[in-house]
T-cell receptor
């Protein structure tokens, strides 16, 4: 069975500090991995995705994530937090084996401290 | 393009009442999904559809029904609402060329009293 674990339901960082949101996955087949962001009272937007190829993936708004197979991780980072980054972030897992569904993590709420 | 739209945005129901949530997409996507979002539980898939006239159960299908009569629309029905169905409901769509990039609607906040 596939699963996604996001460590830390709430993360607070100071403006200008490094953002690190953790995601670990479990999959018996090669995974596709995604980060989505949800701003207050909005739907989810795709931030970035890893399917195949380069393991360091860059997304919108200065975010990036690195796929580490040996650690079964796909952590999201941003070098310098902005107030506008305050949102909830979801890691999601899919596979390319006739399965069109995604498995979502429980989310991490990011707060930016001025 | 409007993308994915959901109607209504808010609704309050009494226990036992019924209602239908409408999702529409103008991107010609084959696949459509209904999720519910509850605090601390992330998004859970209720039902999904891989094409017009087809539907399938997701993780939490009990108490809900769906229909996909037109490619652009995906309806979620609650026949007899229960307080446990108080949630925020999201619709999403995707296309075969990039199956896993799902496009989400703005959500419907449903309260069942």
């Amino acid at each position: 069975a596939q699963s996604v674990t996001q460590l830390g339901s709430h993360v607070s960082v100071s403006e200008g500090a490094l953002v690190l949101l953790r995601c670990n996955y479990s999959s018996s087949v090669p995974p596709y991995l995604f980060w989505y962001v949800q701003y207050p009272n909005q739907g989810l937007q795709l931030l970035l995705k890893y399917t195949t190829g380069a393991t360091l993936v860059k997304g919108i708004n200065g975010f990036e994530a690195e796929f580490k197979k040996s650690e079964t991780s796909f952590h999201l980072t941003k070098p310098s937090a902005h107030m506008s980054d305050a949102a909830e972030y979801f890691c999601a897992l899919g596979t390319n084996f006739g399965n069109e569904k995604l498995t979502f993590g429980t989310g991490t709420r990011l707060t930016i401290i001025p | 393009n409007a993308g994915v739209t959901q109607t209504p945005k808010f609704r309050v129901l009494k226990t036992g009442q019924s209602m239908t949530l409408l999702c529409a997409q103008d991107m010609n996507h084959e696949y459509m999904y209904w999720y519910r979002q509850d605090p601390g539980m992330g998004l859970r898939l209720i039902h999904y559809s891989v094409g017009e006239g087809t539907t399938a159960k997701g993780e939490v299908p009990d108490g809900y029904n769906v229909s996909r009569l037109k490619k652009q629309n995906f309806l979620l029905g609650l026949e007899s609402a229960a307080p446990s169905q108080t949630s925020v409901y999201f619709c999403a769509s995707s296309y075969p060329g990039d199956l896993y990039e799902q496009y989400f609607g703005p959500g419907t906040r449903l309260t069942v009293t």
